[in-house]
């Protein structure tokens, strides 16, 4: 049984969304979240260790992380082919896309929006422009984060490209809205949306 512990609109949608795509049967425990603008509390239900979302629980084994979360269930569901598997020439970019949103979107872009000054070689990520343009330049010629192929990448990193320009915290291009209006058309989007 997969029970994943989820808040509205916040970034266990991209795990709904997922779960969607892969069309297993989850359970849905909905948790209390705090909130950036003050509202919410932890929520002694959610076993996730700093109270946050998505956790997930899969036959008593605990996973938190969205990236991780991710590579465990599409590694769980190979046959759905929302990943490339162990040995496939894409399986590196896919696991570099899925590292690449906590690691160096999120961090650089909420820098950016807290007005905090990047400083070159003490900060694991990129600044955000730099991080802008490497999106650009790669979705230029690609339908998808890995080419031609959707995968969970699209999820995870297309997601949070999605709600970073929904937000103007990340520049929209005609590029990037093109990309995220083609991830967002997919009927377990929309599905994942409602929840
Ligand atoms: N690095 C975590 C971040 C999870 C996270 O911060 N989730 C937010 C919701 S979007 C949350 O639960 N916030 C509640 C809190 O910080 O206590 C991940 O990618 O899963």
Redesign the pocket.
Known sequence: MLTLYH?PK???SSIVWLLEELGQSYQMRVVD??RADGSGS?DAHNPHP?????ALDHDGQHV????AIALYLTDLFPEKGLAPKVGDPDRGEYLSWLAYR?GVIEPSLMMRRLNVTHVPGAMGWAPAEEVEAFLNQTLETREYLLGNRFSAADIITGGAIYYLTMFKVMHETPVLKAYTDRITARPAFKRAMES
């Open positions: 808040a916040s970034r266990s979240i705090r932890r700093h109270g946050k979302v998505p938190f992380e969205t990236a906590p």
